[in-house]
């Protein structure tokens, strides 16, 4: 029975601004017809008598958004991270990536895939929103959507484009992606529940002009948002050059199709190397940056300039980008960005000066990238302040705890390093509770 009005009890946390995080011990967060009321001290005289779950001394946060993950690539993660060769990522995409992503063609194996990546999300991570990459095949991406959409999540799915640069007979022609994109994105325009379609092209290197083209008057058309990668890494970028040697920077190749933010809201991962002309191009479109820390030193890609972006006005979310990554916590992608953003510090700016002052991701800053900055290209979403959609996590941090009394700043600190599966107690979506550790089961 879902409830439409109750409040939760704990310690909660929540970053409503990129540079302060809040601690609100012991006080009620009041969820109402799937909206946040707000936090109180004391529960308010019109709700006094709701019902009430005392999550007391565990802490409630925003749900988090994962805004770059690769389904079908969920199989093999933790695979191929140091291919010998000297491309190891085109490696690594011949002999992982396109073999595996062509086996969706098969539904039987896509049922199988798409159940266990479904069931892991919801069970053990804090994401409650998602951008998802599925592959080229139409019926499998729809059978994902349906998994998300049962299993209570809400977020965005895309069918992959892909007519040229692909391996392994993991390729469409062009006339199919545009048909086959068309017809999904009219079977699924209504979503499955809270699941949206969201135009997908892998990257310029893998879709034609024509299909491109194509792909932008779909966007506008249906006004259905674009999500891709841009500027990943320098061979890439190089590729891109001279492929399309007349534009002035990667994302131009988005740009002049309206695929960068001008008629619809656009998520582009990685960014990590962005020249000035596409920086400044940035800011002045709606785009969402996909901060994807793991894969990015995986791939020895280098560091996203997060803060500068945050900085100067650029919407800036996390991703894990399984498999890039081998691992869909949300928590482990706010790490990863702490430790990338010293390391790109101390090697671009301390210059080995002993007494340099510090340029880098705080956990408030990380926190709000995991909640507020991702959960912005979703809507009103990421935090628990008045209107805001109800998305929840509850954390127990009961065995990670040793014999002093610490603060909550630095329990919460101790989760976001050393969490597990149990540590995520209870989740809420939309103000449906989709998962209970206690009862291990979820609502789908």
């Not at 399984?322 to 390391?343: E, H, N, P, Y």
Request: proline share 3%.
């Amino acid at each position: 029975m879902f409830e439409t009005k109750y409040a939760l009890k704990g310690i909660i946390v929540q970053t409503p601004v990129f540079d302060k995080i809040e601690f609100h011990e012991n006080e009620y967060v009041i969820c109402e017809d799937g909206k946040s009321v707000g936090i109180f001290k004391e529960l308010p005289e019109e709700y006094k008598d709701i019902k009430v779950y005392d999550y007391s001394d565990k802490f409630i946060i925003p749900g988090m958004s994962d805004i770059h993950v690769h389904a079908p690539q969920y199989g093999f993660r933790g695979m191929g991270m140091l291919l010998d060769g000297d491309s190891e990522w085109e490696t690594w995409f011949e002999r992982y990536s396109f073999p595996e992503e062509s086996k969706f063609c098969d539904l039987n194996y896509a049922n199988l895939a798409y159940s266990r990546f479904v069931n892991d999300l919801v069970k053990t991570t804090t994401t409650t929103r998602a951008a998802i990459f599925a592959t080229i095949h139409r019926e499998a991406t729809e059978l994902l959507m349906r998994k998300l959409a049962d299993a209570g999540m809400a977020g965005y799915v895309g069918k992959l484009n892909m007519d040229r640069n692909s391996h392994y007979g993991y390729q469409e022609t062009t006339e199919e992606t545009i048909r086959e994109t068309e017809r999904w994105i009219n079977e699924t325009s209504e979503g499955y529940g809270s699941i949206k379609p969201i135009i997908t092209p892998r990257y310029t290197p893998t879709c034609t002009d024509e299909s491109m083209e194509a792909l932008g008057k779909m966007a506008t058309k249906y006004n259905v948002p674009v999500m891709s990668h841009l500027s990943e890494g320098l061979d890439e970028i190089e590729w891109v050059k001279s492929m399309k040697p007349e534009i002035s920077c990667y994302g131009d190749a988005y740009d002049m199709y309206d695929m960068l933010g001008t008629t619809v809201p656009s998520l582009m991962a990685h960014v990590v190397h962005p020249t000035d002309i596409e920086y400044e191009l940035l800011k002045k479109r709606n785009v969402t940056v996909a901060h994807c820390p793991a894969s990015n030193m995986n791939a020895a890609g280098g560091v996203c300039r997060v803060l500068d972006m945050v900085r100067d006005g650029i919407k800036v979310g996390l991703g894990t980008d399984v498999a890039g990554s081998c691992t869909l916590s949300v928590m482990r992608a706010m790490t990863d960005a702490i430790q990338a953003s010293k390391l790109r510090w101390v090697f671009t700016e301390r210059n080995g000066e002993p007494f340099a002052k510090k340029h880098f991701l705080s956990v408030a800053n990380a926190f709000y990238l995991a909640t507020m900055g991702g959960g912005q290209f979703f809507g009103k979403v990421g935090c628990f302040e008045k209107d805001y959609e109800f998305d929840a996590v509850v954390l127990d941090d009961e065995d990670l705890k040793d014999f002093i009394d610490r603060p909550a700043t630095d329990r919460f600190q101790r989760i976001l390093w050393n969490h597990h599966a149990r540590t995520i107690m209870v989740k809420y979506v939309q103000g449906k509770k989709i998962y209970d550790r206690d009862r291990d089961q979820q609502n789908y």
